[in-house]
């Protein structure tokens, strides 16, 4: 991941641990890794920090299929192939004219009721359609059932472990409101608890 902060240390990015777990199971998927380098970068640039948000504009609903974007690819590609092709081609021109490109994701970062920093984070690290991809590991990861992955308001909470590094817990906020077809505006807020 492209570093989001950098450290105190001659600018460069603070090392991503070779072991994360995610509620005492290894997982080295880029979703642990991209949780754990944002909380890391921004608990260690800002120790007095009580929350972070995350906030884009996501075209599609979240699912379980999509956790592996690999396997879901190539089930489009399957069910292309079953398709007429100018047809499918047709429909994907449409729905990008409507609802465009990837969108940049917005960073907001609190210490209690003051703003340390708002800034878009850069697009080679995550971008709308990544963002759905996290948000939902997240849920998986804090079994939330998946028939709730799409409701206004879902919350829930997961830990992660490095080795060498101080245990994470992290509590997540997911709010969505769909604003039309499958655009919705999301917002999730992440804040540290005591592990």
């Known amino acids: 991941m492209c570093a989001l902060l950098r450290d105190d240390a001659g600018g460069r990015a603070r090392p991503t641990p070779d072991a994360i777990a995610i509620g005492g199971r290894p997982c080295a998927n880029s979703a642990a890794k991209f949780w ?17 948000e995350l906030a884009a504009l996501t075209a599609g609903r979240l699912a379980a299929g999509r956790l592996n974007p690999l396997r879901w690819v190539e089930q489009e590609l399957e069910n292309l192939q079953r398709r007429d092709f100018g047809e499918a081609v047709r429909e994907l021109v449409d729905e990008f004219e409507i609802i465009g490109p990837p969108l940049a994701v917005q960073l907001h970062v609190r210490c209690g009721e003051h703003d340390r920093l708002w800034c878009s984070l850069p697009m080679d690290a995550v971008d709308s359609d990544i963002l759905l991809y996290l948000a939902g590991w997240l849920l998986h990861w804090a079994q939330v059932p998946e028939a709730d992955w799409n409701g206004p308001d879902v919350r829930g909470a997961i830990d992660l472990d490095a080795e060498g590094a101080r245990r994470q817990r992290l509590s997540f906020h997911l709010a969505s409101e769909h604003l039309s077809e499958d655009l919705f505006r999301r917002t999730l807020r992440v804040r540290r608890v005591a592990a």
């Open 36 to 52: 754990w380098d944002i909380a890391d970068e921004i608990w260690s640039t800002w120790p007095d920090a009580t929350e972070f």
